[in-house]
């Protein structure tokens, strides 16, 4: 397989197979992101993509087969629909054991989309898209530089929900810092209640030597708030989202308190834990700093 650079891909795809179609984001500008830095942005050439598909046929008929596809890099959606298509439908040709394949996504892949041709790409075998949301704070989404606004956000949950694909929500605790935390959590838990995805999962902010947001430490124009802080973060989504069925995880490894369950029936549960936890106050309890990663 052909992979240009580093390659990176939800937790929840650990097993699947990573078809990379796209290299780099075309966006690539999220103050706290340093994925894609080193690449410029380009689609992939079918050519590249077929051959890549041909040899994990070969694999397949070998017996080594994963049921799911991730097509790769950042924002793999922003391809044309046409290309998009084509690349599905080479899927299926090639390998037709897959069973899902699914994709980053954001405000604006989607906004760049009918509601029409989303469906057509969930028909031609496109299951899941990953939004890399991070708050729903206008103010935060704008210090972060992400590229959408709060009405775009809700725009998109409800395009790929009448598309039919299930869409996957990532939130960041502490992305606003100490001086929006507040705000942040609070902004981000309105937003989820007004999108109502299907999934749900936070991921812990941390800052990366040369982002725009290490600059922004170093300047003392950002400061990450304490891990309680950002356990506080994490009550507030719990506790103030308004979800009809979700499956809301924190156990991305950046995390320092791992956390799962289905909202609304185990929010006492999950509200429980977060309170003893942030009552005893004891890092003891949280994940060791050298266990952590991105
Ligand atoms: S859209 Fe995603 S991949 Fe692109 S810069 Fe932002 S966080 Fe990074």
Known sequence: MDYVGRIFRPP?????????VTIGCS?????YCDMYR????RPKPWAQIEADLI?????????????????????ALILS???????????RKHLPWIERVGTYGDTRSVGRKSVEELTALREAGLGIVYHGMETGDEEVLELIDKGGTRPELIETAAKLRAAGLTHSVIVLLGIGGVALSEQHARGTAEALSEMDPPYVGALTTTIVPGTPLHDM????????????????????IVAD?????????SNHASNYLPLRGTLPGDKPAMLEMLDQVIARGDERLLKPEHLRGL
Do not use: W, Y
């Open 217 to 236: 430490a170093a300047r003392g124009d950002f400061e990450l708030p304490s891990k309680f802080r950002m356990l506080q973060e994490l009550r507030t």
């Open 12 to 20: 929840s795809e650990a097993p699947s197979l990573l078809l990379q």
């Open 55 to 75: 040899e994990a046929a070969a694999h397949g008929r070998r017996g080594i087969r994963s049921k799911r596809l991730f097509l790769c890099d950042g924002d």
């Open 38 to 41: 080193d690449k410029q942005f």
């Open 27 to 31: 966006h690539n500008r999220c103050v």
């Open 241 to 249: 989202s308004q979800l009809r069925a979700c499956r809301f995880s």
């Open 81 to 91: 629909t046409r290309k998009l298509l084509q690349i599905l439908d080479g899927i």
